[in-house]
């Protein structure tokens, strides 16, 4: 299954590619594909000067996408949008808890 994750991302950017690379690896593990832009994205798209692009291609990638799966301690406005997308193309959409080095729940 190709799973989206969606995460909070730019108030903390350095933090949060962290704890993506580490959700990304546990979803592995459950033998899934993650579909994390936030590790390639930043590396042709600015997050400050192209926020309106970088959100437009988030959400074509959830498009491609079997499920979203939700981190963090709250929705940002990017993730509002990704889950509205998923919403709206009837991708199922689930909180996951993620612990470091313990993979998600």
Known sequence: MKVYIA???????????????????A??????????PQLYLPAFVDEVTERELALRLCEELVAACD?????????TA????????AYRRGIPV????????GGAA
């Open 94 to 101: 689930l909180c996951r808890l993620f612990q470091p080095g």
């Open 27 to 36: 979803v592995v593990t459950e033998g899934h594909v993650p579909i994390a």
């Open 78 to 85: 990017g993730m509002e949008r990704e889950i509205a997308a």
């Open 7 to 25: 995460h909070p991302f730019s108030a903390d950017i350095a933090g949060n590619t962290e704890r993506i690379r580490q959700i990304a690896r």
């Open 67 to 75: 499920a979203v799966w939700l981190f963090g301690t709250h929705i």
